[in-house]
């Protein structure tokens, strides 16, 4: 198997726009970008309301503060199927490549000529 992308690991960045209620340690949280913008299409009608709640000071809460985390994750390797040339993502010990059935292993490597252990 030819292996496009090894496992890697992405960093990015997450803004979220948080209030404060003033009476005690509770905070809420929505999801905005780096310009404190709402990012109102991930959110429920529920999470809309709450927001113009704490926007329109109709709960305790502070002016709202644009807070910055830094988080990451790891990609799976991609690897192309030596059989019928499929994408196949490599992510556990034994990965199937979806166009023709063919297994891998961890590394790329094919599982379809060792024998089955009953
Ligand atoms: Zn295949």
Redesign the pocket.
Do not use: W
């Given at each position: 198997m030819k292996i496009l992308a090894r496992n890697r690991k992405i960093f990015y960045t997450n803004y979220e726009m948080v209030f404060y209620a003033l009476d005690g340690d509770r905070k809420f949280v929505f999801p905005c970008n780096d310009y404190g913008e709402l990012d109102s299409d991930s959110m429920t009608v529920e999470e809309m309301q709450f927001f113009e709640d704490c926007i329109s000071k109709n709960v305790g809460v502070s002016d709202p503060v644009v807070e910055e985390t830094s988080k990451s994750f790891i990609a799976s390797a991609i690897g192309v199927?030596d059989?019928?040339?499929?994408q196949?993502v490599i992510d556990s010990a034994r990965n199937m490549?979806s166009?023709?059935?063919?297994e891998y292993d961890y590394h790329g490597h094919s599982l379809d000529r060792l024998p089955l252990v009953s």
């Amino acid at each position: 198997m030819k292996i496009l992308a090894r496992n890697r690991k992405i960093f990015y960045t997450n803004y979220e726009m948080v209030f404060y209620a003033l009476d005690g340690d509770r905070k809420f949280v929505f999801p905005c970008n780096d310009y404190g913008e709402l990012d109102s299409d991930s959110m429920t009608v529920e999470e809309m309301q709450f927001f113009e709640d704490c926007i329109s000071k109709n709960v305790g809460v502070s002016d709202p503060v644009v807070e910055e985390t830094s988080k990451s994750f790891i990609a799976s390797a991609i690897g192309v199927c030596d059989v019928c040339i499929n994408q196949v993502v490599i992510d556990s010990a034994r990965n199937m490549c979806s166009g023709c059935g063919s297994e891998y292993d961890y590394h790329g490597h094919s599982l379809d000529r060792l024998p089955l252990v009953s």
